[in-house]
């Protein structure tokens, strides 16, 4: 990364490792065209099997905007991990929230049928058994943490700001798709066309589909040998060196979401609206469809959600 771009650069580290094994890198503040400008005519022609009803529900990606980022950041090159979580639990005694309000987390269930008629999502849950440490299937320390809520990644942040005092935090959504495109103005920091995600991306793809053969038509045409999460790290990284910026789990960010919020946010560092009742998060996961896996794409939960689908990545702020 050239230093040319970068603030104080002779004595900022391009890159440090944390005390939980995080490693950060550091992202050069830009301008970045924020949002979809795609037409409904393209997206059709690069997502046939949607619906025209689907490609409108997209309506808050527009309108597609300027925006920049006025100060360099950090930004963790991986997913937060299973090993780091737990790391984090221990030396903390921090109870995540699915164990706190006693109704746990969601997880795979291969026979679970909430219609009683057919397979339906295999997504059994809200229950006890599931956690961070049990989302129905195997995870090892590398893979990507799930089930945790937006209150357990504050949690993590705040205790590695006291601990390390350095400011950790989630990503802006300004920050977050500026991390993520890299530099690229396309669908995908890795292009326009869908097929492209399967060198960069852990997503909905023939070996999920298996699971899941009702939804097909919708995957990505290739096999990555993932069925669930991957370990952090596997698929080639966008230009900033960040991995896993489409797919493997969705990943919480600071913003409260606002349908209209684009129509008025502020050009610089835009911090979204000032409250709400659903936390966005970005970037899809191994169970997306490349529709919903997209740099300009917007997803959202409440803060207390804990989904077998949905994680953690990490900004730490430059001095």
């Given at each position: ?302 803060p207390v959600t804990r989904y077998t689908l949905v ?9």
């Amino acid at each position: 990364m050239a230093c040319i771009a970068l603030a104080g650069c002779a004595s900022t580290p391009t890159a440090t490792t944390n005390s939980l094994g995080m490693q950060m890198v550091l992202l050069p503040a830009g301008e970045f065209t924020m949002g979809n400008a795609a037409s409904i005519e393209t997206m059709s022609a690069l997502y046939p099997a949607y619906e025209p009803r689907r490609l409108a529900d997209l309506a808050d990606e527009t309108p597609a905007h300027r925006v920049r980022i006025t100060r360099p950041f950090y930004m963790a090159k991986h997913e937060v991990t299973v090993g780091q979580f737990r790391q984090f639990v221990e030396a903390s005694a921090h109870v995540p929230e699915s164990i706190v309000d006693g109704t746990g987390g969601y997880g795979y269930n291969a026979a679970y049928d909430p219609a009683t008629t057919k397979r339906g999502d295999a997504f059994e849950g809200r229950h006890p058994r599931y956690s961070w440490q049990n989302p129905g299937f195997a995870q090892s320390d590398a893979h990507p943490v799930v089930n945790v809520t937006w209150h357990d990644a504050v949690a993590l942040a705040r205790w590695l700001s006291a601990t390390e005092g350095r400011r950790y935090r989630l990503p802006t959504e300004a920050e977050w798709e500026y991390a993520c495109r890299a530099g690229t103005s396309t669908q995908y920091h890795s292009g326009d066309a869908p097929a492209s995600l399967s060198a960069v991306a852990n997503v909905f793809d023939t070996d999920a589909a298996a699971n899941w053969p009702d939804w097909q038509a919708f995957a990505l045409p290739t096999a990555d040998g993932f069925a669930f999460t991957a370990p952090v790290g596997q698929f080639a990284p966008n230009a900033f060196g960040l991995h896993d910026m489409h797919g493997n789990v969705w990943e919480w960010t600071a913003d409260w979401h606002g349908a209209t919020y684009y129509a008025h946010s502020p050009q610089d560092d835009p911090q979204g609206p000032d409250a709400g009742r659903v936390k966005v998060r970005r970037g899809g996961s191994w169970h997306t469809w490349p529709l919903y896996a997209r740099c300009a794409y917007r997803n959202w939960n409440t803060p207390v959600t804990r989904y077998t689908l949905v994680g953690i990545r990490l900004v730490m702020e430059a001095d």
